[in-house]
């Protein structure tokens, strides 16, 4: 099978069942399967007269839309390589990719339009740039790439689209075909593209529908952008296999509106947006004297009925995944009857590995793995923690165009993800962090900077930090632990009307004096040894990732950090 067939097979037999919920002009809207097929047909058209043809690369290079699925199926669809991009990268990034996989067109959105111009003139193998939600007029010009309308090149190929020699018909694929290069988010440095193909990630889809227990009545609420591979496999390919409905929703701010008027069955989002959600719940919470009482006394999940209610009262489940979550966090939506479960997956193995299963949860693990995928642990420690190898029909072919980087990870049919971990006595797995992120101490002890970061998290002066290795000057071997913390500031406004205002200085003490207590529960050696304390915020992924080759330890050359 391929995605292409899997469109097919369902725009055949229920073609008018809802693929498709959207908001438009203040209107909720759907598309059926029928309908996306054939609008994936004016794509597959559309191109085609643009003269790619399969094996071609084609970028797509816009927010979250009801038009980057019929995109994605139409370039498919003609045999050609989709390859989604992060709307939020600078130009130098998207740039790079296009030059790394040689792009020879691009679907866009208006407001990214004039950057594509800039970037036509540097790139050889770009020759055409569709642009989406804007008129003929509005339309860039550049001598190095043709510039076209969505609009008006569709109404071009309405015409052939609907005849019986469409492009898309025409096309012949193969389950080993590939289907996407999707590019790693590039936290630890530049973005490799992982090539992946149709049948990566159709049996990575099997795996997580029996997982999750997926039905054709489910209704998914998409949040996560689709160019990033949890979203993309979960919120694209898996509903059209598995027959069910995806509500886009609208925007990061109306999340909780959006959800009560489409009454959504499952939520898959990334830690931060679970965290958030909580605290407005916590407020709501504590703001409501019943509400309080009955949380604070074990009838949490009385309450929970009412947030759930408010959230289109259909939620059946919540996945996690793309970062590790708290633990609090999942004790707390446990609480108020709202199942979450943690998973773990990666980019190149299309990408999910493990599920907490719905039945038998266990917090602090990622879950067991998913039918067809295998796990070892390679050259485990006394503990048992070495790095997370993974093998099956789910792994990518390799990177493209990089096989040096390819035979580095992938030895023996084994992918290296460069994760530590270990499988408890259930055989779940449990995540230590990353192989790279790794600290040896001047003792050769391993420190795990997550155990760290975790430990610190449960302050609630703390927004977020990093437990990072650094050396003072004369150090010869091994690391000394360091520690980046960013305070929460809305704690502390909302402490203002009780303790006054407070310095930026008492803010830091403040910080200071409790991540020690938290960090008590630590072994010596685990502690950090210094811990700076910074004002703005990390910078992340678009999947909330913090970019950790950013950031250093201070030694020296301004004022020196706290010692602890």
Known sequence: MTIKTCLNSVADESPTAIALKYK????????????????????????????????????????????????????????????????????????????????????????????????????????????????????????DAEFYSYEYLWADASETAKSDARAFDRATLDSSSIASLIYTSGTTGRPKGATLTHDNFLVNVSGIEKAIDVHSTDNFMLVLPLHHSFAFTCMLVLPVHARCQVSIVHSLRTIAADMAATSPTVLLAVPLLLEKMLSRVMVGIEENKPAKFMYRFGLGKLV???????????????????????????????????????????????????????????????????????????????????????????????????????AKVLVDGWYHTGDLGYFDEKGYLVINGRKKSLIVNREGKNIYPEEIERQVMESKYVLECLALGYREPNDGVGERVGLIVV??????????????????????????????????????????????????????????????????????????????
């Not at 020759?127 to 008129?135: A, K, T």
């Not at 929970?304 to 708290?326: D, E, F, M, N, Y």
């Open 24 to 143: 438009k002009e203040g209107v909720w809207r759907t598309i059926s399967f029928g309908e996306l097929r054939e609008r994936a047909w004016h794509v597959s058209e559309i191109l085609a007269g643009l003269g790619v043809k399969a094996g071609d690369r084609v970028a797509i290079f816009r927010e979250n839309s009801p038009e980057w699925f019929e995109i994605y199926h139409g370039i498919i669809g003609l045999g050609a390589i989709a390859v989604p991009v992060d709307a939020k990268l600078r130009e130098q990034e998207v740039g790079y990719i296009f030059h790394d996989c040689g792009v020879k067109a691009v679907f866009c959105s208006a407001p990214l339009s004039e950057m594509m111009a800039e970037l036509s003139a540097r790139l050889s193998d770009l020759e055409s740039v569709v642009v989406l939600d804007s008129g003929i007029d509005d339309i860039p010009e550049s001598d």
């Open 304 to 406: 929970g009925r009412r947030v759930k209610q408010g959230l289109g009262g259909a939620l059946r489940l919540v996945v996690s995944g793309a970062a590790p979550i708290s633990p609090s966090t999942l004790r707390a939506w446990s609480r108020l009857g709202i199942p979450i479960v943690e998973g773990y997956g990666i980019t190149e193995t299309a990408p999910v590995l493990c599920v907490n299963p719905l039945h038998a949860p266990r917090i602090g693990t990622v879950g067991l793995p998913i039918d067809d995928v295998q796990l070892k642990i390679h050259e485990p420690r006394e503990d048992g923690t070495g790095e997370i190898l993974a093998r099956g029909p789910n792994v990518m072919q390799g990177y493209y165009n990089n096989p040096e980087a390819t």
């Open 487 to 564: 305070p929460d500031l809305e704690v502390f406004d909302a402490l203002e009307d009780v303790e006054g205002r407070l310095s930026d200085d008492g803010i830091e003490t403040r910080v200071r004096n409790d991540v020690r207590e938290k960090l008590m529960a630590l072994s010596d050696y685990k502690r950090p040894r210094r811990i700076e304390i910074r004002f703005n915020a990390f910078e992340r992924t678009t999947t909330q990732k913090i970019k950790r080759y950013l950031y250093a330890i201070n030694t020296g050359g301004c004022k020196a950090p706290e010692e602890v």
